[in-house]
Every structure is written in C-alpha cells, then in structure tokens.
C-alpha cells in the first residue's frame, strides 16, 4: 500500500504558545474548542483561517473543501513538527497558530525561541 500526501505552505506566520490556564483560555482550560483534551499534538488556529463552517460546528465539517483550513487538518509548523488543528484562538488574533504547552517552563523557552519569528507553516494533505 502506498500512501501519498501534498504539502502546501500556508505561509510565514507568528506561532505561539499558550497553557492550560483560565488567562488564556476560556473556563475549560483542559479542553479544546472541540471537546477534546488539550495534548502537545494539538494547535490552535486563529478564526480567520478556520473554515467559517468548522467554527460554528465546533468539529470537522462534512466537506472540507474550501480554501481554509478545519479542525482535524494536519500542518507543518517548521522547527516545531506536525500538529493538528483542534481548537481555535480568540478572534482578536489573525494569521497565527498557538501551540499548547504543559508548563510555565515550557512556554518562556518557547518564547524565547520563537519571540517576533515568522515561521513557515505547510497544510498536509493526503
């Protein structure tokens, strides 16, 4: 069996991180937008570039067509890895990812890493 995936660059985004912490999140910080457990496989995407459809069902929606992008969608953050999109950022963010993160530890290595650096970031499609 032979399995074939396209990588597409979305483009050179801020990434940041976030925790698992009522300041920067809603009052279900362990939880994703879609009901999932928060877990480092994850990333949070800004609204503007989750399909419009995925927002309001809060999961995948049933034709993933368009342009944008939809929760369960895999990317490439460079340096980072793959992740995949599981829940969404406050609309007042735009053109970004937010990666979580389990410890106070880990998001300022993060951000001193990764502090005003656009990284590239690829849609994996199969």
Same mark, same amino acid.
């Given at each position: ?7 597409? +660059?979305? !483009?050179? +985004? /801020?990434?940041?991180?976030?925790r698992? %912490?009522?300041? @920067? ?9 879609? !009901?999932?457990? %928060?877990?480092?496989? !994850?990333?949070?995407?800004? @609204? ?7 927002l309001? +069902? ?17 990317? +490439?953050?460079? #340096?980072? !890895? /793959?992740?995949?999109?599981?829940? %969404? ?8 990812? #937010?990666?979580? %993160? ?21 849609? /994996?499609?199969?």
């Amino acid at each position: 069996m032979t399995t074939s995936a396209t990588i597409l +660059l979305i !483009g050179s +985004l /801020i990434v940041t991180s976030y925790r698992s %912490v009522k300041n @920067q999140t809603d009052n279900t910080p362990f939880y994703t937008s879609t !009901g999932e457990h %928060v877990s480092s496989s !994850g990333v949070a995407i800004s @609204q503007d570039m989750l399909c419009n459809t995925c927002l309001k +069902l809060h999961k995948r929606c049933k034709h993933p067509n368009n342009d944008r992008l939809h929760y369960g969608d895999f990317i +490439l953050i460079e #340096d980072i !890895g /793959i992740k995949r999109i599981n829940d %969404v950022m406050n609309k007042r963010y735009k053109k970004r990812f #937010d990666v979580w %993160v389990s410890s106070l530890k880990e998001e300022h290595e993060f951000w001193k890493r990764y502090k005003n650096i656009k990284l590239r970031v690829y849609r /994996i499609k199969e």
